[in-house]
Each structure stands twice: as structure tokens, then as C-alpha cells.
């Protein structure tokens, strides 16, 4: 809900304090993230405004660095701007920024998209950030809602909806709640009591948001969380609680962010687990017709006893021979036609036996077998309770002789090379040695991953995972490259130069020795040699 109508005006209310400041300069150093640095005489603020569908909001950040590099500059007619006013739309999700001459609208469009367009005073648009044709054309039409949809019978959900689309369903669901009244219910419009009881809760319930002071992470039963201005049935779990709504915000979408890289290590481990489960079960189900095998055991000796009586047992019988038992029961025997009866007596005897070593195989395999099946349910069990990624690889590092054949690229990682969770869903990879470093680097590494390692001294080659078209902001390089100097042979200085570049920059000499490596390009970045606190060593 963080682009929820009433989140976004008590965001803007949070914000009102930035009226009065300059702006110093607008700029993106990360795809869809758009960074504008307000001075107000004393000290600067960052407001960074992400046009993610997902996670897009705003967010007052603190201590922040703008990048050396990789960072272009926006909106340069900004630039000097002092800020009259900042406030919401009363109809829509779009927080505007006036200026003298200029405004800046920023557009919630969800999964629509959102974007950044600054105007002129007559509504002209003079630059954008992520406007695409379909949002420019959403822009420009009017969408003025009526409440026509009111007359006739909804259900009450949809009623509300319809009298206040701001809501949007989490909240509208809250009403529902509060009235005793199921969402899918369908509501009579011709009674007046109830549809006043409905708008008067709505009222009573826009006051509630409005006035809150207090904002909660809620989660639901099936685990996922919410940022709500108020307390929700749906969600009964308060996670964390904030008075401060710019804090509760950076902390859900961290969170968010951490939480997903938890599920996708989950998915990933326990997929493996349950194919190699699926195998074990199957090998099980085998040993189970262990009656047909000995069966077929005899059958072969019984083939075997008979071709050895016959008198001329070096004599060739084509494909088959009919032979009696025992008991006088005439029984038909293939054979290999290239061979005579004594070379096809010998060869079921040979296929009875190897039939018996294979029972007497399976018969000891099969409670190893069953313990490392039990061994790999209750290990899916552990991974799936378990919330912390570090957490996560412990458990398979400790099981690696049941769990280590299921581990992928990126899960095999956590046992060969050291890992660290830097946040925002970057996760950096150390190598422990050289031959280590060579199998980091020139195998494990990606073409557009970072390659980092503390410029001339030894060390641990690090490489920073980025997914397609991501771009690492600069307090995440930086955690990066402290942890990159803290294992090398300049851990003990005060300030080490780490040079980082894309791992398709770096090369390894023919007859090279291990570790040693030849970069094409780099660039460079001072760092304290540390293990940031605020990184989760996995």
C-alpha cells in the first residue's frame, strides 16, 4: 500500500518541511531512481524518488553519496529553484512540487508506471524522467470520477470503491470489517439507513487515516506484510510500528526487498531438494518389488541348470531351445543365436547372480537410502521456517553431504566462497584462496557482475551479483569495497584503494599463476578495511 492515496498525503505532510530549501542538483545514478538534493542553509536532504511498479515511492534518505561515476544529471532547470509548496492532488496520486515558474509532478501510476514530468506555469512540459507514450497519454486524459455507480446494488466492497476509490482495497476491506458486513455482500441502495451507516463509516474512517499518528508493518496469516496508517483485521501481526511514516516506508521496503531474496533462495534450495526427494522415493518404490527380481534370479538359474544337462552342450540351437524341468514341465529358453548352449548356460548363470548381488545391494542401500530421505524432508521443513538468508546458508552448509548435489550456481556459492547480504538485494561474494579466487572470478562471475580487489595488494577477488540492468547505488560499492579491503594483505591500514570494474574487463594470462588476473579497464574507490555492521555475513 505505499502508493496508497492516504499514505502518500501523510508522506507529503512529512515533507513539508523541505519548503524553503533550494534545489542543488537532480540527478540518477540508479535505473528508475531519480535523486534531488535540497539546501536549506544548514545542511542538504536527499528525496529519492523510485518509478519502480513495485516498490516506487518516496523516500527522505539520509547520508547519502552521489557516485563518481555512472550518475547523469536531470531537471537542470531546477537547479537553484527554492521550493514554495509541496502537496498531493486532491483526486489523484500525484505529489507536486511548486517552484517560482516551474512545477514538478510526480505520477503514482502503480502498475502502470510511474514517472516524473516538470512543467511550465501554463501546464507545458518542459523535461520528464520515465514518462512513457501510454503513461504521457494517462496523463493527459481527464478522468473525472462520478458516483452514478452508487444507484444501483454493489457489493460492499465495490460500494465503497465507488464512493471513495482512495481507499483502495486494503482499506475499503478494513470498513468492511468495521461494519460487520462481508465484502461480497450485495448492497441495496434503496436502503437508506444502511447506506448511510456505510458513508458515515467511511467518513469516520478517512478521519482515522488522516489523523493517524502512528504507522504499522502488519503481516498477514499466510505471511505477507503491509504498511498501513492504521491497524487492519487482514492483517493481525504488528510486525514493527513507527511514528515517524518515512521511516516506517524505508524500513518496508527494505525488508520487501530482503524478504524476496529469502524466497528465491528458498524456492531455489527446497526445488532442488524435493527433485532429488523424487529420486529417492522412486529408487525406494524399486527395492519394493524385490519378489520379481528373485523370481527372475531363478528363472535364469533354472535356464542355466537346464542348458548345462544337455548332452551336447556344445552344439548351437538357434534362437531357442525347448527344454523339460524336473518335474517334467517343458520349458522354451531363448538363446544368442552366436553362441552355443554351454556359452548361453553360462550367461544366465552370470545374469542370476548379478540379479542376486543387486538384491543383496539393494537390501543395504535401502535404509541409507530411507534415512537420507528423512534426513532431506526435515531439512525442506528447517529451510522453510527459517527467515534470515545467512540462517538459510548455515543449514546447508551443515548438510552439505545430503544437500550439496541439489545446490545450484548461486546457492553452491554459500559453501565455496565467503557471502555477504550487503541489502537492497545485493549480495557480494569473496573468494577464501587463490585457486578459490581463480574459480570466483573466471568461472562462478557473470560478464556485467563487479569485480572488485584491493589495488596493489593481496587479497580476496569479490564479486558483486547484478541482475540485468541493475545498477548498485553508492553505499552499496562502498560496503562492498570495505569488505573487499578487509580481506587483503592491506586489511590493517586506515584507507585502501580497491579497484572495481565489470567482470568482462578482467583476464587471465595464459600459464598465469592462480589468482593472478589482468584488468582492461577499472576505476577506483577508497575504502576503511571493515565488516560493515549493517551487512549480514551468510
Not at 56 to 68: Q, T, Y
Not at 69 to 89: E, R, V, Y
Not at 249 to 261: A, K, P, T, V, Y
Request: with cysteine; glycine share 4%; charged share 25%.
Amino acid at each position: 500500500m505505499i502508493r496508497n492515496y492516504y499514505n502518500l498525503k501523510k508522506l507529503t505532510k512529512e515533507l513539508l518541511f523541505l519548503c524553503g530549501s533550494v534545489i542543488v542538483e537532480s540527478f540518477t545514478q540508479e535505473k528508475d531512481v531519480l535523486v534531488i538534493r535540497f539546501y536549506n542553509g544548514e545542511e542538504s536532504f536527499h528525496l529519492q524518488f523510485s518509478t519502480d511498479t513495485r516498490y516506487g515511492s518516496i523516500i527522505l534518505k539520509e547520508n547519502f553519496a552521489r557516485a563518481r561515476s555512472n550518475s547523469s544529471d536531470l531537471f537542470g532547470a531546477l537547479q537553484g529553484k527554492k521550493l514554495i509548496n509541496l502537496h498531493i492532488s486532491e483526486n489523484d496520486r500525484i505529489i507536486q512540487l511548486d517552484f517560482a515558474a516551474l512545477i514538478l509532478k510526480l505520477y503514482f501510476f502503480g502498475g502502470a508506471g510511474n514517472c516524473a514530468v516538470l512543467m511550465n506555469c501554463n501546464s507545458e512540459m518542459l523535461d520528464s524522467f520515465k514518462l512513457s507514450p501510454s503513461i504521457s497519454e494517462k496523463i493527459n486524459i481527464q478522468n473525472l470520477r462520478n458516483n452514478t455507480a452508487l444507484i444501483k446494488d454493489n457489493t460492499l466492497l465495490e460500494l465503497i470503491l465507488n464512493f471513495n476509490n482512495k481507499f483502495g482495497k486494503d482499506y475499503a476491506n478494513e470498513i468492511c470489517h468495521r461494519l460487520l458486513i462481508p465484502p461480497s455482500e450485495i448492497i441495496d441502495s434503496k436502503d437508506n439507513i444502511l447506506m448511510n451507516d456505510i458513508f458515515a463509516e467511511c467518513k469516520n474512517f478517512e478521519k482515522l487515516l488522516l489523523e493517524s499518528n502512528e504507522f504499522y508493518i502488519l503481516r498477514d496469516a499466510s505471511g505477507k506484510n503491509t504498511l498501513s496508517l492504521v491497524r487492519l483485521k487482514n492483517y493481525p501481526e504488528i510486525v514493527k510500528s513507527f511514528n515517524y511514516y518515512n521511516k516506517a516506508l524505508g524500513f518496508f521496503i527494505s525488508s520487501s526487498l530482503r524478504d524476496n531474496s529469502v524466497f528465491s533462495l528458498k524456492k531455489s534450495l527446497t526445488a532442488g531438494l524435493q527433485k532429488t526427494a523424487v529420486k529417492l522415493e522412486n529408487k525406494l518404490k524399486s527395492f519394493s518389488d524385490e519378489r520379481q527380481h528373485i523370481e527372475r534370479s531363478e528363472k535364469y538359474y533354472l535356464f542355466g541348470s537346464l542348458l548345462s544337462s544337455v548332452q551336447d552342450i556344445r552344439a548351437k540351437s538357434g534362437k531357442s531351445i525347448i527344454l523339460s524341468d524336473w518335474e517334467g514341465k517343458e520349458t522354451e529358453i531363448p538363446l544368442k543365436q552366436e553362441l552355443n548352449l554351454l556359452e548361453n548356460s553360462i550367461r544366465y548363470f552370470e545374469k542370476s547372480k548379478n540379479i542376486q548381488k543387486a538384491i543383496e545391494n539393494n537390501r543395504k542401500q535401502k535404509p541409507l537410502l530411507e534415512s537420507k530421505l528423512s534426513k532431506i524432508n526435515s531439512l525442506q521443513n528447517r529451510i522453510n521456517i527459517t527467515e534470515k538468508i545467512k540462517d538459510i546458508n548455515r543449514i546447508m552448509d551443515e548438510n552439505r553431504d545430503i544437500a550439496g548435489f541439489t545446490q545450484n550456481e548461486e546457492t553452491g556459492a554459500s559453501t565455496k566462497y565467503r557471502q555477504f547480504d550487503l541489502g537492497e538485494g545485493f549480495i557480494l561474494y569473496v573468494g577464501k584462496n587463490a585457486a578459490n579466487n581463480d574459480e570466483l572470478t573466471m568461472h562462478f562471475a557473470k560478464p556485467n557482475d563487479i569485480w572488485m580487489h584491493a589495488r596493489g595488494s593481496s587479497g580476496s577477488h569479490a564479486v558483486l551479483r547484478i541482475n540485468k540492468d541493475q545498477r548498485p547505488p553508492k553505499q552499496i560499492l562502498q560496503k562492498a569495497a570495505s569488505i573487499t579491503a578487509y580481506y587483503s594483505g592491506a586489511k590493517k591500514a586506515k584507507w585502501t584503494p580497491v579497484a572495481y570494474t565489470y567482470k568482462k574487463y578482467v583476464h587471465k594470462p595464459k600459464g598465469a599463476n592462480p589468482g593472478s588476473v589482468v584488468i582492461s579497464r577499472e576505476e577506483v574507490i577508497m575504502a576503511e578495511p571493515k565488516l560493515p555492521e549493517n551487512s549480514e555475513f551468510v
